[in-house]
Structure formats: structure tokens, C-alpha cells
């Protein structure tokens, strides 16, 4: 990554809080969590919401280690083209994430394997965070799995329990990490499997 990669982020979460949803970027620690469940062999499409500078970006690639297809969805242009200039060879979409079934069929792309989310849950509607979640589980195989994060401060207030509602609603299984310290703010991973598609 660029040097001014963490200047940026903070520049982008002064100019817009709710639409980068974090202070600072999120940790190697919960970066590589989120990546774990990223299929070890094979060739896995992966998608990414929120890469934001590239924090997780980073660690998914080293994860998938040249195999398979990443596709990153950011809504912020300033950061979709940090991430195209310090990845090159990243498949970036300026969209919305709802929007991931028109962006796997313009790609020609089959289903996801993995979902792996950094996006502000928080702060949106719960109407946005189902129609979100609506996508994904239309888009994933039968065995896909979706990771994200909420901080600790946010897990038990009335907004994370919505998302969490939503969640349930979406997949068949969805489980938190322990805390994870070595984060600003401390974190948790959610990991979603199996999702429950709908018409």
C-alpha cells in the first residue's frame, strides 16, 4: 500500500463519517479474520464490500494467492482509485453493493463463494441493509460464506441488533468472533453461512 493510504482514510472519514463508517482502517488482525473462511484450493470468486483504502483488500489476495477472482465494490470514487492504483490487476466497481447481481453478469461471473464486507452496517436504513443482504444471498452458492464487522462499541446497540435480525433472516448460521483487541475501535467478525435464497 502507499504511504498515504492512512492519511486518506481519515480525509475520507471527515469529508463523509456515515459512508466510510470508521475512524481508521481496519487491522491486520481483523483483516486476515475476515479472509479466513476464503476457500484454501481452487479457483473461489470472491467479493468484497467496502475495500475503503485497501486494508482487507491486502489480505484476501494474500489469502487467495493468485488463484480465483476478486471483485472489490466501492461507492467511493476517491478510494476505488487509490485501490485500482495500488492493485492494479484488482477488478474495482464504483457501485452500490446492492447492485452485485448486474455487476457478476456484466462480468460474465457465476456465483459468489465468498462475501467479505467492511461496509458501515450502522449506519444505513434497515431497508438498505436487507435489500444489501437480499443481493448477496441471491448471488452466493449454497455453501457461501459472508464475513463482516461491528466494533464493540456498536454490538449492542439498537441499530447492530438490526443488522444482526437481518442477518438471521439471510443466512442459516451466523456466529461472532471473540473480540478482537488489536483494532480501533476493538472488533468482532460475523461469520454468515448458507444463505437462505429468496425470490
Same mark, same amino acid.
Request: charged fraction near 20%; aromatic fraction near 8%; charge should be neutral.
Given at each position: 500500500?502507499?504511504?498515504?493510504?492512512?492519511?486518506?482514510?481519515?480525509?475520507?472519514?471527515?469529508?463523509?463519517?456515515?459512508?466510510?463508517?470508521?475512524?481508521?482502517? @481496519?487491522?491486520?488482525?481483523?483483516?486476515?479474520?475476515?479472509?479466513?473462511?476464503?476457500?484454501?484450493? /481452487?479457483?473461489?470468486?470472491?467479493?468484497?464490500?467496502?475495500? /475503503?483504502? /485497501?486494508?482487507?483488500?491486502?489480505?484476501?489476495?494474500?489469502?487467495?494467492?493468485?488463484? /480465483?477472482?476478486?471483485?472489490?465494490?466501492?461507492?467511493?470514487?476517491? #478510494?476505488?482509485?487509490?485501490?485500482?492504483?495500488?492493485?492494479?490487476?484488482?477488478?474495482?466497481?464504483?457501485?452500490?453493493?446492492?447492485?452485485?447481481?448486474?455487476?457478476?453478469?456484466?462480468?460474465?461471473?457465476? @456465483?459468489?463463494?465468498?462475501?467479505?464486507?467492511?461496509?458501515?452496517?450502522?449506519?444505513?436504513?434497515?431497508?438498505?441493509?436487507? $435489500?444489501?443482504?437480499?443481493?448477496?444471498?441471491?448471488?452466493?452458492?449454497?455453501?457461501?460464506?459472508?464475513?463482516?464487522?461491528? *466494533? @464493540?462499541?456498536?454490538?449492542?446497540?439498537?441499530?447492530?441488533?438490526?443488522?444482526?435480525?437481518?442477518?438471521?433472516?439471510? #443466512?442459516? @448460521?451466523?456466529?461472532?468472533?471473540?473480540?478482537?483487541?488489536?483494532?480501533?475501535?476493538?472488533?468482532?467478525? *460475523?461469520?454468515?453461512? $448458507?444463505?437462505?435464497?429468496?425470490?
Amino acid at each position: 500500500m502507499q504511504s498515504n493510504s492512512g492519511a486518506a482514510f481519515i480525509q475520507r472519514f471527515l469529508k463523509n463519517p456515515a459512508q466510510v463508517g470508521a475512524i481508521a482502517a @481496519t487491522s491486520p488482525a481483523v483483516s486476515r479474520r475476515l479472509a479466513e473462511p476464503i476457500p484454501e484450493t /481452487g479457483d473461489p470468486l470472491v467479493v468484497e464490500l467496502g475495500p /475503503g483504502n /485497501g486494508a482487507v483488500t491486502e489480505w484476501i489476495l494474500r489469502r487467495l494467492g493468485g488463484r /480465483g477472482h476478486l471483485m472489490a465494490i466501492e461507492i467511493d470514487p476517491v #478510494f476505488a482509485e487509490m485501490l485500482q492504483r495500488n492493485y492494479p490487476a484488482l477488478d474495482v466497481a464504483v457501485a452500490d453493493a446492492g447492485d452485485l447481481a448486474k455487476l457478476l453478469s456484466d462480468r460474465g461471473l457465476g @456465483t459468489v463463494d465468498t462475501v467479505v464486507s467492511a461496509l458501515p452496517w450502522t449506519t444505513f436504513s434497515d431497508e438498505q441493509t436487507r $435489500r444489501i443482504l437480499r443481493a448477496l444471498a441471491a448471488s452466493m452458492s449454497p455453501d457461501g460464506v459472508f464475513t463482516t464487522i461491528t *466494533y @464493540t462499541t456498536a454490538r449492542m446497540m439498537p441499530p447492530w441488533r438490526r443488522v444482526l435480525a437481518a442477518l438471521n433472516d439471510t #443466512f442459516e @448460521t451466523v456466529e461472532p468472533s471473540r473480540a478482537i483487541w488489536a483494532n480501533l475501535p476493538p472488533a468482532f467478525v *460475523y461469520e454468515a453461512r $448458507r444463505p437462505r435464497l429468496r425470490a
